[in-house]
């Protein structure tokens, strides 16, 4: 049956969002990556959000696995255009693959940056990742979960070049001031993109996709894996 009553759906305006960044204004975030890049590549405009909107935000690199000194200007030039502070998680100036470590080597060195830094969030990795090690490091941030409460998020699985990859948001940021800011993030990262010949712009395209689902410019998709509404 047909409700004549009410307008089609399309013509319904959609509630206004509540500010849900807002709190982690004047809290710690923390943001894990395996890598330099991807952060930048994920929720390069997220972490840029939650810094506008008066967060901390820590973007924690767990390793460089090549090209040092090369991988670590780029990083650091990124996280300033984003306005956020770097750690590079493992780091005797030296490359390290994290493949190489324990498993009980890599959960320390994030529960020793959960209990430095406090987060009131945590974003990293998600498991369906095709990269063997940055599945790892989600695996090993879901264990420091049972260090303090903070909010658990995944973020989009990363690649250079696209391949079908299994990611279900379930929240949305809208990224629409942020994206070049992030697009400029991951620009930097020469070494990965520029310097091979790759183009970055299906970032730009999949942050679009992402907002059209959810009715704004630019938006970046999140799985939540623990989060208290209070
Ligand atoms: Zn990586």
Redesign the pocket.
């Known amino acids: 049956m047909t409700d004549l009553a009410s307008p089609p759906l399309a013509a319904r305006p959609a509630p206004a969002p509540q500010p849900t960044m807002a709190r982690y204004k004047d809290r710690t975030v923390l943001a894990i990556g395996?890598?330099p890049d991807?952060l930048e590549l994920a929720i390069g405009g997220t972490l840029a959000k939650l810094r506008n909107t008066g967060a901390r935000v820590v973007m924690g690199v767990v390793s460089i696995p090549s090209d040092y000194e090369t991988r670590r200007r780029e990083a650091e030039q990124a996280a300033e255009i984003l306005g956020c502070e770097l750690r590079i998680l493992v780091d005797g100036g030296t490359t390290k693959r994290i493949e190489d470590m324990k498993t009980y080597e890599l959960v320390k060195i994030l529960d020793d940056v959960v209990r430095e830094t406090a987060p009131s969030a945590v974003l990293t990795h998600g498991p369906s990742e095709f990269?063997r090690d940055?599945v790892l490091v989600y695996n090993a941030a879901l264990s420091t979960q049972r260090l303090r409460y903070f909010d658990f998020f995944s973020y989009h699985p990363?690649f250079c070049r696209p391949v079908p990859v299994q990611f279900h948001p379930r929240a949305y940021v809208d990224i629409s001031d942020t994206i070049e800011e992030k697009m400029e993030a991951i620009a930097v990262h020469r070494s990965q993109f520029g310097d091979r010949g790759l183009p970055i712009d299906i970032y730009r395209d999949i942050a679009r996709m992402n907002g059209r689902i959810v009715g704004v410019q630019y938006a970046e998709g999140l799985d939540v894996g623990r989060m208290l509404l209070a």
């Open positions: 395996a890598h991807d990269h940055h990363n």
